[in-house]
């Protein structure tokens, strides 16, 4: 079996710390630390580091690592802002046909159950949130809206670990919201489902910015 490279390794290690909330936004990661928790050269991390700068994950310092950069609050707010226009707009396509809505819908409330038994695991939860939003647009349909959304993964991903981790008791709230969105869906509501929206992003989001 071909082995994963250092710098691949060292990437994928720290670039989930940062998006699961691991390690947060004004940290330092120190080089020498990385590579020796992870076994390797210093240069593989530093090539790790280089990729993670490039994608705005961290701020490179001169001999002394990098510092994890915070999510600006101007992110959170566009990022909100897409996501209500795309998750929407998969919504009112959906409501065209009963079958798509309640097959949709029937999709979302096997998540919900998945979320309910990984309430206690804050990674996996994030992990299972993400799935359900992105599963609203998938099943729309609309292939460009599917691209432009996966775009967005990553910063979702980082934005739900931040608010679950400021505020544990989060969880439950967002499980019971996500329970009034697959119903609106069945429903064929599109109205109550960006109304929904619009309340559900808006309370986790403020969460992050507080």
């Known amino acids: 079996m071909e082995q994963t490279p250092a710098s691949e390794r060292a990437y994928q290690d720290t670039k989930t710390k940062i998006l699961v909330g691991a390690v947060k936004g004004g940290q330092l990661l120190s080089e020498v630390e990385v590579a020796a928790e992870l076994g390797v050269s210093r240069t593989p991390v530093h090539e790790a580091f280089l990729r993670l700068a490039a994608e705005d994950l961290l701020d490179l310092l001169p001999r002394r690592g990098a510092v994890v950069v915070p999510i600006p609050p101007r992110e959170a707010t566009d990022l909100l802002e897409m996501r209500l226009a795309l998750e929407g707009s998969a919504v009112r396509r959906l ?77 439950d709230r ?37």
């Open 95 to 171: 409501c065209r046909s009963e079958t798509a809505a309640q097959s949709a819908a029937a999709e979302l409330a096997r998540l919900i159950d998945q979320q309910r038994g990984a309430a206690a695991d804050l990674v996996r939860f994030a992990e299972l949130d993400d799935a359900f939003h992105r599963h609203i647009v998938d099943a729309a349909g609309n292939c460009i809206a599917q691209r432009f959304y996966g775009s967005l993964g990553d910063r979702q991903r980082r934005m739900m670990a931040d608010a679950v981790h400021a505020d544990r008791t989060l969880v």
């Open 174 to 210: 967002l499980i019971a919201e996500h329970a009034e969105l697959a119903h609106a869906i069945g429903a064929r509501d599109a109205a109550a489902f960006d109304a929904r929206l619009v309340a559900h992003l808006e309370s986790t989001y403020e969460v992050v910015l507080r």
